[in-house]
Nanobody
Framework: VQLQASGGGLVQAGGSLRLSCAAS????????MGWFRQAPGKERELIGS????????YYADSIKGRFTISRDNAKNTVYLQMNSLKPEDTAVYYC???????????????????WGQGTQVTVSS
């Protein structure tokens, strides 16, 4: 599967952005999806993961209550809605996918086989 992330940009603190990650292929429902981010000088950080059906979603504590992950399996797309953005949310955001046999989330970045190219999010103070 190939992943194409989009929707990044420059936003003021307190603002919102919605990132999209479009997947190629006809088996999108076979993949658990994840969102990650990496700020300059920092390690890649898990934002969250959504199961194949979308029925189970995991969020990292750092963004819980501000970010929402969803997926539209008919459109082969996963979304990351980001609200109440803070300067510390500035990072390159990545989507990732892994083909799994069951409907569960995945929090280890090393388990994801497919990665998008990343999209820059910059939050100004």
């Amino acid at each position: 599967v190939q992943l194409q992330a989009s929707g990044g940009g420059l936003v003021q603190a307190g603002g919102s952005l919605r990132l999209s990650c479009a997947a190629s292929g006809r088996t999108f429902t076979s993949y658990v999806m994840g969102w990650f981010r990496q700020a300059p000088g920092k390690e890649r950080e898990l934002i969250g993961s959504i199961s194949r059906s979308g029925g189970t979603i995991y969020y990292a504590d750092s963004i819980k209550g501000r970010f929402t992950i969803s997926r539209d399996n008919a459109k082969n797309t996963v979304y990351l809605q980001m609200n109440s953005l803070k300067p510390e949310d500035t990072a390159v955001y990545y989507c990732a996918a892994d083909r799994v046999a069951d409907d569960y989330i995945l929090i280890e970045s090393s388990k994801y086989d497919y990665w998008g190219q990343g999209t820059q999010v910059t939050v100004s103070s």
